[in-house]
């Protein structure tokens, strides 16, 4: 909802600007001047002070000041509980303020926080995955180097057994070699 503009600059009156400081002076200056005038109407008369005798009836106005005096009595405390009020809200924002501030650094201290352990566990965990990395690596160079192991003591044996049966073609040296070509047969895929 859009605002008048009237109603915009009557909001704006109720801010808080320097003329105030001033007008909040005024009820209790007022206050005080009355409540001389009373006094003085009251305990002085003609006799004491000539310029008494151009007042038709003081003690009518003596009441009159009175009535005024209250009067001023109670805008200077509507004035003094309106200052008072402003100061508990304005030290009220302020404590909130903090507050505030507090909560905002405890947050980005426990984000902070979070962030470091996330960083150091994703380092671990990068740590563990080259470790595991590495075992695997080594795992598999080693099995590789037994499988060419076992590769070379299967063609040595092969070719022992080649060339006892063509250095001796005899019936022995045949059924070695039988079985190292049935060996080879079985398992060569997987040598």
């Given at each position: ?75 200077n405390f509507g ?94 040296n045949r059924q ?16």
């Amino acid at each position: 909802m859009v605002n008048p503009p009237w109603l915009l600059a009557r909001m704006n009156l109720f801010r808080y600007q320097p003329w105030v400081n001033l007008l909040t002076l005024l009820p209790g200056t007022s206050l005080t001047l009355l409540t001389i005038a009373v006094a003085f109407l009251r305990f002085y008369n003609e006799e004491d002070f000539r310029f008494l005798g151009y007042l038709a009836q003081p003690r009518i106005w003596s009441n009159r000041l009175t009535v005024a005096v209250l009067l001023v009595a109670v805008v200077n405390f509507g004035v003094e509980w309106n200052l008072r009020n402003r100061e508990t809200n304005r030290l009220a924002e302020a404590e909130q303020r903090r507050s505030e501030a507090a909560a905002r650094a405890a947050n980005e201290r426990a984000e902070e926080i979070n962030r470091r352990t996330q960083e150091e566990q994703r380092r671990s965990e990068e740590a563990v995955r080259a470790a595991n990395e590495r075992a695997e690596e080594i795992n598999r160079r080693a099995e590789e180097r037994e499988r060419a192991a076992r590769r070379a003591r299967v063609e040595a044996r092969c070719r022992a057994a080649q060339i006892r049966f063509q250095l001796e073609p005899s019936q022995g040296n045949r059924q070695s070699l039988a079985a190292v070509l049935a060996v080879l047969e079985e398992y060569g895929d997987t040598l």
